[in-house]
């Protein structure tokens, strides 16, 4: 059963999002909370799978509180929810932790469906929004030098072909069939890349990928 948390300073949001999910055989609310903070308090008390993150709220907003979930080091996932699809506050939250977000007019089997997602450990973010993400608030990114593909040099051939796919957006099916290569090793690969790159998730290792140049 998959436990989730509701970030949300809007009631009516939270009662809409706790029907649908308690509606699933495999999945159920695990509380409600207003503001960040209080997200924050309940998943260092409480077992909680995915937290249903707001990114605009009162107290501390969503990306904070996505980082210091992040940092607690367990293994609470956010999947972040935001209006527009160009927000820097998404960027950000992607960049502290976030396991992918959702706009909140998603149809109730892709809100259901990313959430099974997450909690599973994948990505919810499709690589063309994050690229627009990255493109749209550039300035946020180190500036390219020579440093530039620094990350990527301890990588061996066949885990660079890898990220390049992970990049596109590609699941490990997907990989598997271009790379010629069994499902298993390529959940091999994509371990490994975590480790070598220090990232949390697969939006980890796009958010790198596109920052280093990877498919340029």
């Not at 293994?75 to 706009?103: I, M």
Request: no cysteine; proline share 2%; glycine share 8%.
């Amino acid at each position: 059963m998959i436990k989730v948390l509701l970030a949300d300073d809007q009631s009516l949001v939270r009662s809409g999002f706790r029907m649908l999910i308690d509606s699933a055989d495999d999945m159920e609310t695990v509380g409600e909370v207003d503001n960040g903070r209080d997200a924050v308090a309940v998943v260092k008390t409480r077992p909680v799978d995915v937290v249903l993150m707001d990114i605009r709220m009162p107290v501390m907003d969503g990306t904070e509180a996505t980082r210091m979930i992040a940092e607690l080091g367990i293994d609470t996932k956010v999947l972040v929810l935001t209006t527009f699809d160009l927000d820097e506050y998404v960027f950000a939250a992607l960049r502290n932790g976030a396991s992918g977000f959702l706009l909140k007019d998603a149809l109730p089997d892709e809100l259901l469906g990313a959430i099974r997602s997450v909690a599973a450990g994948d990505a919810v973010v499709a690589p063309s929004t994050t690229k627009r993400l990255l493109t749209h608030f550039a300035d946020l990114l180190p500036k390219a030098t020579q440093e530039r593909g620094k990350r990527l040099e301890a990588l061996t051939e066949r885990e660079r072909e890898v990220l390049e796919e992970v990049a596109r957006g590609a699941n490990n099916q997907e990989i598997s069939q271009r790379l010629y290569m069994a499902e298993g090793t390529v959940k091999t690969h994509i371990g490994r890349l975590l480790s070598k790159l220090d990232a949390r998730d697969r939006v980890g290792l796009v958010l790198i990928a596109l920052e280093e140049g990877v498919g340029d």
